[in-house]
């Protein structure tokens, strides 16, 4: 009996223990993390998106909460004056979620660029949709009432050859961003100002 | 149903756990001297792997993402594979004792396989839903008793032949699984 | 007691180095040895998570109850490894996104379970430490060299930090892709084995 206490005792502090540091190291690299992500994955595609932005999009950004999405927006003003926005949606494929970084002219709500951040695909495959441009370029210029489907699923853009998941996971994370566009929108703008 | 079936193929074959991702070699190694033990050793891990890929996907979903305390994952996933193997043991030996004996000395080696832990993260990190996670880790399980078996059964024809010293035993064990992974390459690209 | 202290400690550098005498934890071996830097990080992340825990697994050894001391090694283990993995998170994040799952996978690398197991249970906490610096270290320098030569052979460089390489082949030179693919990962680890039997039996 003696035994079966001091057995469940011992595991009970040191689990207790163990979640109570492991929450103080949380907090302490919470903010650290995040300036990472937002470092290596994130600026550079929206540097892509809004070459000549002649505001900071990165400095600039803020989160929009509804009730069920929370969205971080990255507002960008184009040399040619109008407004822009970027953020970042999700979409499967086969080696893992696909992140795809949308950049959206408010003005004429057109696509300005896509630009894919995160992806896990067999290299040389799936990972053309980061490094060759001429898929996501397909994008640019698109209104956002467009079916973002690929081509054989009645929509307009045409799949890399060899790696139709990819292409897939891509355009479902450019449905995606569409569908959170036209629901958000009024109170993107709102925030904007 | 069809990507379902997209991802069962991919996981048995394309991304195979073992030959493509390198997760579980310590039993790779260690088991596939003999026909019977590699056997053993798959079918343990099929049993483990679906309840653990199935319990540590509802562990997340309902425990850890809706406390938000996600980084206390690997602490409770490696916890919570090595009570279910406990579990398991326990309950193979009083219910089903010809199983358990089958199955016995490989199962406490399970809770240090990778390759249980490795598919549970990975179902996670790749957002799959239940069915999907289900799937996965049963494919990965399948993938994984595929390339033992098959990996044993070669060994037992290079252990009749005359190998130079220096390359006997795990060193020419790892040249055999790198030329079987060279084959399991061709599978890139197929979806 | 200074002797035996450097030999816990160089034990691991080559009698018992892993993975070659200790053919154990071959899963990260095979895996983040792509290239020399990704080794190096993996080898000193597991070498931080082998010293820590031994050390506590080695000042509680009196404490833990022997029936459930595998889950309380586990549970200091996995602690150690979540803490390796939130900073390397927020300070080194290229070199975390490259190692990826294998940062928490260190929990079940047998060579930090064994030496718990094997060595910090019974021992004091300053030769646990020497073991867990002695066996870590010999991890990293596998890792580095496995890595160095995939690297060389698969890719025509080597890279020790930072992404940019200290040498490079010259253009004629036409690396052996499949080196940094996972055949190259098995196949080379097993020649590397080859050679340190050759000259072990010397």
């Not at chain 1, 600039?60 to 184009?78: M, N």
């Not at chain 3, 939130?86 to 929990?107: D, S």
């Amino acid at each position: 009996m003696r035994e079966m206490i001091s057995m469940v005792v011992v595991l009970t502090v040191l689990t207790a223990v163990s979640g109570g540091l492991l929450a103080v190291v949380k907090s302490g690299t919470e903010v650290q993390i995040e300036n990472q992500v937002l470092k290596f994955q994130k600026a550079p595609a929206i540097q892509d998106i809004f070459p000549e932005a002649t505001n900071d999009p990165l400095a600039e950004r803020f989160t929009i909460k509804t009730d069920d999405i929370e969205l971080q927006i990255f507002p960008g003003k184009l040399s040619d004056g109008s407004k822009a926005i970027a953020f970042e949606t999700k979409g499967g494929a086969y080696g893992g979620p696909i992140g795809l970084m949308v950049g959206i002219n408010l003005d004429t709500d057109e696509i300005v660029d896509v630009r894919v951040t995160t992806h896990a695909e067999t290299p040389g495959i799936g990972s053309r949709a980061k490094e060759d441009l001429s898929f996501v370029s397909q994008f640019s210029g698109l209104k956002m009432d467009t079916n973002f489907a690929l081509k054989n699923g009645g929509g307009v853009i045409d799949a890399m050859s060899g790696a139709t998941i990819t292409s897939k996971g891509v355009s479902v994370a450019a449905a995606q961003a569409k569908e959170i566009y036209q629901k958000l929108k009024p109170e993107i703008v709102k925030q904007m100002k | 149903m069809g990507d379902l079936f997209v991802l069962a193929i991919s996981c048995i074959f394309i991304n195979n756990i073992l030959l493509a991702q390198f997760l579980g070699c310590c039993p790779f190694l260690g088991t596939s001297k003999k026909m019977e033990t590699a056997v053993g050793m798959a079918m343990a891990v099929v049993f483990v792997l679906v309840m653990a890929g199935t319990l540590t996907w509802m562990v997340d979903t309902y425990l850890l993402k809706a406390l938000d305390v996600e980084y206390l994952r690997t602490v409770s996933f490696i916890l919570v594979i090595a009570s279910l193997v406990q579990f398991v043991e326990m309950f193979l030996k009083k219910s089903i004792p010809g199983l358990y004996a089958g199955l016995g000395i490989f199962l406490p080696l399970i809770t240090t396989n990778c390759a249980v832990m490795g598919v549970c993260l990975i179902n996670i990190n790749e957002e799959y839903t239940f069915v999907q996670a289900v799937v996965s880790a049963t494919a990965y399980a399948i993938g994984f008793g595929l390339a033992l078996v098959l990996f044993a059964s070669i060994r037992e024809r290079v252990n009749l032949a005359r190998v130079p010293k220096p390359l006997q035993d795990t060193s020419i064990g790892l040249v055999t699984a790198g030329i079987i992974a060279l084959t399991f390459m061709s599978f890139k690209g197929m979806v | 007691m200074a002797q035996s202290l450097a030999k816990e400690f160089t034990k691991g550098l080559w009698a018992e180095i892993p993975p070659f005498r200790l053919v154990l934890g071959l899963c990260p071996v095979l895996a983040v040895t792509k290239s020399v830097e990704n080794g190096i990080g993996m080898g000193v992340a597991t070498t931080f998570v082998l010293v820590f825990s031994n050390l506590l697994i080695s000042l509680l050894r009196n404490v833990i109850p022997s029936k459930v001391r595998i889950a309380c090694f586990i549970v200091i283990i996995a602690t150690f490894v979540t803490i390796v993995e939130l900073m390397m998170q927020a300070y080194t994040y290229e070199l975390f996104l490259k190692l990826g799952i294998f940062i928490p996978l260190i929990v079940v690398n047998c060579i930090v379970l064994g030496r718990a197991e094997a060595f910090a249970s019974k021992n004091s906490p300053v030769m646990s430490i020497a073991d867990g610096l002695g066996i870590g270290m010999g991890f990293t320098l596998s890792l580095a060299s496995l890595g160095a030569v995939r690297e060389f052979l698969g890719n025509g460089t080597i890279t020790v930090w930072g992404g940019v390489p200290i040498f490079e082949m010259g253009g004629n030179f036409l690396p052996f892709k499949f080196m940094i693919e996972a055949p190259g990962a098995f196949v080379g680890l097993g020649l590397m084995l080859c050679l340190m039997n050759l000259i072990g039996k010397k």
